[in-house]
Antibody, heavy 112, light 106 residues
Framework: EGQLVESGGGLVEPGRSLKLSCAASGFTFSNYVMDWVRQAPKKGLEWVASISTGGGNTYYPDSVKGRFTISRDNAKSTLYLQMNSLRSEDTATYYC?????WGQGVMVTVSS | DIQMTQSPSFLSASVGDRVTINCKASQNINRYLNWYQQKLGEAPKLLIYNANSLQTGIPSRFSGSGSGTDFTLTISSLQPEDVATYFCLQHNSWRTFGAGTKLELK
């Protein structure tokens, strides 16, 4: 059974950085386009970033473009999200996802 | 960017009712539309992918239809465990989620 486990969340001040990780197991990680999706408290789902299977292509919505970087290490079956210049509106639960596989989410709170 | 308009935002129905939720895309997305169920405090669960393909392990009372710009998720006979929020996701051009439909029991 495939599993994704996120880590690296926490409380961070506005303008600072944070790096999330997502460890995959139970499926062939390198075969899947990977996504980060976030959900602000009591809000809907928002796509944050996607990365191609080989890692050569990355995609972002305007809300995070230039501040967030998605990457992957297929040898380690791990996905990353480097988040810079964090803002209060980035406060959310962040999920990594691959088609039907979703992690349990990790909370990121941006506050002084 | 593709916008997804999901309706209704809120739905109240009785056990055994047929329930439909709609998503409309701002442009043609072919059949690149998924439906997810999210229960309180849990991660989303994939129900339907590519408009009408039932994900393994999902009860057959869930079905999806549509193509192009208009899509529907149908629950043929509502069960108590179906209380959740439902989201659509277009993946024709990156990703856009619908705003969600909160389904409650009447």
């Amino acid at each position: 059974e495939g599993q994704l486990v996120e880590s690296g969340g926490g409380l961070v001040e506005p303008g600072r950085s944070l790096k999330l990780s997502c460890a995959a197991s139970g499926f062939t990680f390198s075969n899947y386009v990977m996504d980060w999706v976030r959900q602000a408290p009591k809000k809907g789902l928002e796509w944050v970033a996607s990365i191609s299977t080989g890692g050569g292509n990355t995609y972002y919505p305007d809300s995070v473009k230039g501040r967030f970087t998605i990457s992957r290490d297929n040898a380690k079956s791990t996905l990353y999200l480097q988040m810079n210049s964090l803002r209060s509106e980035d406060t959310a639960t962040y999920y990594c996802a691959a088609h039907s596989y979703w992690g349990q989410g990790v909370m990121v709170t941006v506050s002084s | 960017d593709i916008q997804m308009t999901q309706s209704p935002s809120f739905l109240s129905a009785s056990v055994g009712d047929r329930v439909t939720i709609n998503c409309k895309a701002s442009q043609n997305i072919n059949r690149y539309l998924n439906w997810y169920q999210q229960k309180l405090g849990e991660a989303p669960k994939l129900l339907i992918y590519n408009a009408n393909s039932l994900q393994t392990g999902i009860p057959s009372r869930f079905s999806g239809s549509g193509s192009g710009t208009d899509f529907t998720l149908t629950i043929s006979s509502l069960q108590p465990e179906d209380v959740a929020t439902y989201f659509c996701l277009q993946h024709n051009s990156w990703r856009t989620f619908g705003a969600g439909t909160k389904l409650e029991l009447k």
